[in-house]
Structures are given as structure tokens and as C-alpha cells.
């Protein structure tokens, strides 16, 4: 039964001397939007002060409101500004024409909006959230490198692109003498491996590329909360375009009916350990050591899985991605 709480770790962001949380806090789909402003400060609040150390968000997130949601709580708390990350993201600042994409007018007009929302000088992070394959990626390097010569931001990352866009980015970096991407945010659970554990492997060894990860529960899945249903309070329940993507990706579909019933298998690893569904799902992400951080709402703990555990699981999920072949 795990009984005591492990310390907060602290692993390297990519190649940089960087130190981010392996548990960092984000602002999507709740903080701005369904999760009530006092809820959200204390949730800040309680990681602050149990080592998260970092804290992601995003120009779209509730339409800005996530960002300035989080400037109330740096202005509130006080915390020494060296003591936290923050990062947002650009892509999708607005409806018109200019206001949305990675052209540099929207990346830097962006930046500055995302800094005012944020009421701080600068970001440590900054993402593309997704890639434009209407710019030029030469035009994306430059500004973002740029952004970081003003000093609003101090690396920059990328958010769902392919290897082979990332690659590209960075070969037109070193041409012309620029910073390439340090990081990549994309999504990886149980239930979503290739990308992370296949395709991104060439890019930790040649770029050192780091990752912050998104959506470790599977959209709630691996809560175990819809195993008997779809509760009216939850993300999937919601009548957006997002809730009934969500809920056609992972309720409706084949394989989301699938995916349920291996959550409902796993549930008695959890219970093995001492540990709630959701935790052994984060520990899971937080094994792989090409994670460097696990973006969440919040936790009591997460257990420290040994590779008997590991075993189990992967026998429950039998889905892990065979690594590409050697053909030398």
C-alpha cells in the first residue's frame, strides 16, 4: 500500500538548464470556464505550495480568461517571480483574419496580448500551439526567436506538430543561426502512444527535445468516471462542439468503448498500490523519462510504479507501439 507522499521531482526541460515540476498545473477547458474563480485560486495555491513550479496556458483558453484568471493569482500570492514557470500558447487569439495562425504579426501581437492577460512581463514558455502550414516556417522561426530577443519569453516550443515539422524548424534555425524549438507539447496517456514513444524518439537524442504533456486522463477516462455512464457535472457532458467531439472520440466510438473496459481493468493495479485510478494513469505518463512534465488539474499524490506494476498494466492495455527498426 503506498503510504507516504513522494517529493516533488524536478527534471531538465529538454536539453536546457531548465527545472520544471514533473507536475505542472494547466488552465484548459476549466480554469476561466467551468471551474468557479475561487476553486481555481486555491488549486493554484495548494501545488504552489506542494512544488508544482509550473503553470501552463494558452491565448485560447476560455477566450483568455484562463490567462487573466492566472494574473489574479500571481498578483494575489505574491510568489517570487524566479520561484515559477509560466507558458501560453499562440494560434487561436481571435475570429479574424490576422487574429489566429503562426504569421509573425499574430505571434508577436499575440505574445503582448497574452502578457497583459497575464499582468506579467514576460512568459518563460511559449508554444505554438498548433502548426500553420499557411506560413512559412522560416517566417515562425524568426519570430519566435525575436519574441525571445525582446525578453518576453525565454524558449520556445511547439504544440501537436509532426517530427518532420519539428526537424524542419530546427534546420532552418541552425541555418540561419537561430534558436530551434526545446519543447513539445503533446498529448500522451495510456491510450495515445505513437506519436510520443515512436515517432518523437529520433527527436530526444538529435535536438534533446523536451516534453510537457497534455491530457494524461484521457479526457477523463481514466478517472473511471464513465465507466457506468456520463456524469451531468463532467467535460464530456458538455454541449459544445468539444464536448461532442470528446464524446464521440472517447464514449461513442469502437474504440472508446474499448479504452472503457480496459479502464475498468486497470482499476484493481490502482487499487494494489494504494492509488486511485488517476494516479496510476500519471504515474504511468511520469515512468517514461522522455516526460518531463504532466500537465493536470490536480492530485494527492502519485505512486512510484516498479516494473512489476508496469508489467501489469501493459498486459492490461496491450497496445505498446513497436519502435522502429534498426536496418543497418
Known amino acids: 500500500m503506498a503510504s507516504e507522499v513522494p517529493k516533488m521531482e524536478y527534471r531538465h526541460l ?24 475561487e476553486a481555481a485560486l486555491e488549486c493554484m495555491r495548494v501545488a504552489y505550495e506542494n512544488g508544482v513550479n509550473f503553470f501552463d496556458n494558452a491565448e485560447a483558453y476560455a477566450s483568455g480568461k484562463s490567462e487573466e484568471l492566472f494574473g489574479k493569482a500571481f498578483q494575489k500570492f505574491g510568489w517570487d517571480r524566479s520561484t515559477y514557470i509560466v507558458s501560453t500558447k499562440i494560434f487561436w487569439g481571435g475570429e479574424g483574419v490576422n487574429q489566429r495562425g503562426l504569421s509573425r504579426k499574430h505571434i508577436i ?21 498548433r502548426p500553420d502550414t499557411s506560413t512559412p516556417m522560416e517566417e515562425v522561426v524568426r519570430a519566435f526567436n525575436w519574441v ?8 520556445w516550443g511547439t504544440s501537436e506538430w509532426s517530427a518532420e515539422q519539428i526537424t524542419d524548424a530546427h534546420r532552418i534555425a541552425e541555418k540561419l543561426g537561430l534558436i530551434g524549438p526545446l519543447m513539445e507539447q503533446p498529448q500522451y496517456h495510456m491510450f495515445h502512444r505513437e506519436r510520443f514513444e515512436v515517432e518523437y524518439a ?26 457506468k455512464g456520463v456524469p451531468e457535472d463532467s467535460r464530456l457532458n458538455l454541449q459544445t462542439e468539444m464536448g461532442k467531439y470528446l464524446r464521440n472520440e472517447y464514449l461513442e466510438s469502437e474504440k472508446g468503448r474499448q479504452n472503457i473496459q480496459k479502464a475498468i481493468s486497470l482499476e484493481p493495479i490502482a487499487k494494489k498500490i494504494g ?27 502519485v505512486p512510484l510504479l516498479t516494473d512489476e506494476i508496469i508489467a501489469e498494466i501493459e498486459a492490461v492495455l ?7 527498426p534498426n536496418l543497418r
Open 275 to 301: 492509488a486511485s485510478l488517476s494516479q496510476l494513469a500519471i504515474a504511468w505518463c511520469i515512468k517514461n523519462s522522455n516526460v518531463s512534465t504532466v500537465i493536470m488539474g490536480a492530485s494527492k499524490f
Open 202 to 227: 529520433p527527436l530526444y537524442q538529435k535536438y534533446g527535445l523536451g516534453t510537457t504533456i497534455w491530457s494524461p486522463l484521457a479526457s477523463g477516462i481514466l478517472t473511471g468516471k464513465y465507466s
Open 318 to 324: 496491450d497496445n505498446k507501439p513497436k519502435p522502429t
Open 109 to 129: 501581437e499575440g505574445t503582448n496580448a497574452a502578457l497583459k492577460r497575464l499582468g506579467l512581463d514576460y512568459v518563460d514558455l511559449i508554444f505554438a500551439h
Open 148 to 155: 525571445i530577443d525582446q525578453g518576453k519569453a525565454f524558449y
Open 14 to 37: 529538454g536539453n536546457s538548464g531548465l527545472k520544471v515540476s514533473v507536475l505542472s498545473l494547466g488552465g484548459w477547458l476549466t480554469y476561466g470556464g467551468s471551474v468557479q474563480e
